[in-house]
């Protein structure tokens, strides 16, 4: 008999606890991803956006808005922009991401990477909206690629930071589950 709904949590296996050290690595990685001279270029998301995300959706009582303000202060101290730009759009985009968090589960992966590309780009304009009310000029529209590719990269960041977490399968006999 088919399962009724086969992405759902409970026809998934069970996944062992997140260990903080995976959580503190992949977001060292996203940073240091993030630090990378690639800023002009469309197709480039925001890593540390999307593994935020990614955290805050999988283990909201771990990661949330003071994991996004640290992670936004640490991107404008190291990418020489206006203090306090990242550091609210990520505290947003955690606070958004948490929220959202039990309702995305229920949806495959690509199903999630359609919040998570609406999550990207209100991302994206709330640091458009910060850098615009500092004096810069539009810089067009091509700023939505970024999170759009960053959303369309969600099934593969899933799996990935996903793989330390799974249980090995292996078939015993003498178990109850």
Do not use: K
């Not at 990685?29 to 890593?47: E, R, S, Y």
């Not at 309702?103 to 590309?117: D, E, I, R, S």
């Amino acid at each position: 008999m088919p399962v009724p709904f086969p992405n759902s949590p409970s026809a998934q296996s069970i996944l062992l606890p997140a260990r903080p050290g995976t959580i503190l690595g992949s977001l060292a990685v996203a940073l240091l991803l993030g630090f990378l001279p690639w800023q002009n270029i469309a197709l480039v998301p925001d890593f540390v956006a999307l593994v935020l995300t990614f955290w805050c959706v999988r283990q909201p009582r771990l990661v949330g808005l003071g994991a996004g303000w640290l992670l936004g202060l640490i991107t404008d101290v190291g990418n020489g922009v206006l203090l306090g730009q990242h550091a609210l759009t990520y505290s947003l985009l955690a606070f958004a991401a948490s929220t959202l968090s039990r309702h995305m589960l229920w949806f495959p992966l690509w199903g999630q990477a359609l919040h998570v590309a609406a999550l990207l780009l209100f991302a994206q304009g709330v640091a458009t909206l910060v850098r615009m009310a500092a004096g810069a000029d539009f810089p067009g529209w091509s700023i939505t690629i970024g999170p759009l590719f960053g959303a369309a990269l969600w099934p593969l960041v899933s799996v990935l930071l996903l793989l330390p977490q799974r249980r090995p399968v292996d078939v015993d006999e003498n178990r109850a589950i």
